[in-house]
């Protein structure tokens, strides 16, 4: 396994770990009532049971042993069209670093976002901030262009080298 994706794998590790800490760190300080989800400009607009805050945990740690088993063992999926051994290889490693890039701002952004909501329960915040939603959403979108483009470039050299031998 290459070494961004161990570093991304442990940043995720790291990221379901705090998220846990921060809930149990602060749970006899926390109302029974938390903000359970937040609107386009970050403030609180859904409530829920103190419970809910292990949900986002879980689900991190359900994308981290996703993301393992994808980065650790590539070949368990299919790719949709025929490709060389070199294409399959170039493929595999985009895909390796793509995950390990969504998994890192995933884990960031639910490592934030938990942190938001713990505060905003005991009223040390007013909510996710205006700028994090519009943020967030545009690294992930920005991600999926950039690797949108290189695949296409990457294909077009792969295919120029195919059929160049």
């Known amino acids: 396994m290459p070494t961004f994706a161990r570093t991304a794998l442990i940043v995720g590790g790291v990221a379901s770990i705090g998220m846990l800490a921060i809930v149990l760190f602060y749970w006899t300080r926390l109302p029974y009532i938390v903000p359970q989800f937040f609107d386009a400009t970050g403030d609180p607009n859904e409530y829920a049971a103190k419970y809910y805050?292990?949900?986002?945990?879980?689900?991190?740690?359900?994308?981290?042993?996703?993301?393992?088993?994808?980065?650790?063992?590539?070949?368990?999926?299919?790719?949709?069209?025929?490709?060389?051994?070199?294409?399959?290889?170039?493929?595999?490693?985009?895909?390796?670093?793509?995950?390990?890039?969504?998994?890192?701002?995933?884990?960031?952004?639910?490592?934030?976002?938990?942190?938001?909501?713990?505060r905003t329960a005991l009223n040390e915040s007013e909510g996710l901030g205006w700028f994090f939603p519009s943020f967030f959403l545009i690294c992930l979108i920005g991600t999926a262009v950039y690797f949108t483009w290189r695949t296409i470039t990457l294909w077009g050299k792969a295919s120029n080298r195919r059929s160049s031998s």
């Open 53 to 118: 805050l292990f949900v986002p945990p879980l689900a991190l740690i359900a994308i981290w042993i996703g993301a393992y088993f994808s980065l650790r063992y590539p070949g368990w999926f299919r790719l949709p069209v025929r490709m060389n051994e070199h294409q399959i290889e170039v493929f595999k490693r985009e895909g390796q670093i793509l995950i390990s890039v969504l998994l890192v701002e995933l884990s960031l952004g639910f490592v934030y976002v938990q942190w938001q909501t713990v």
